[in-house]
């Protein structure tokens, strides 16, 4: 995987001014969605980065909605576990919930009170990191089953917002970075 990938995939968002509020710069992964090869490719290279990183995660956990696109695939390639992170009320049984802060609003999550086990080593992937909000949730879900985040893997991050710094001790990585 080489500076080819990044630059493809640089070049299949699209960026859509004033959406869903004015002031902000709406990265579009759509057509990232519509190019298959693509999607296999940045699989492959999270899995990559990851074994340089020394990460070594015993189940993916992804938010919804676009952590549901990328962390299935990577729980696939790497044969563990997926385990969602759904907004109040999708989950069918018990549940743990964390509220946070987005860039432009707030919201909560939830998971299932027997997703995790104690000791359990996970990451955490989303399409998008802009100010650490919703991951910032996913990590109080994953730390109050007593689980371990080793580490977030994101697409894009927006620079400027004070994400990595707002997640830390926990390590970010990226592929790609857009200014916020």
Known sequence: ??????????????????????????RDITPVLGNPGLMSDITKRFVSDMENMGWRPEAVVGPEARGFIFGPLLANELGISFIPVRKPGKLPSDTISAEYNLEYGSNTLEMHTDALYSGQKVVIVDDLLATGGTV?????????QGAEVTGSLFVIELSGLGAR????????????????
């Open 136 to 144: 910032g949730a996913c990590i109080e879900l994953c730390s109050a």
């Open 1 to 26: 995987m080489s500076d080819e990938l990044l630059q493809s995939l640089r070049g299949a968002i699209r960026t859509v001014p004033d959406f869903p509020q004015e002031g902000i710069m709406f």
């Open 165 to 180: 710094k707002a997640l830390s001790p926990i390590p970010v990585h990226a592929l790609i970075e857009f200014p916020a």
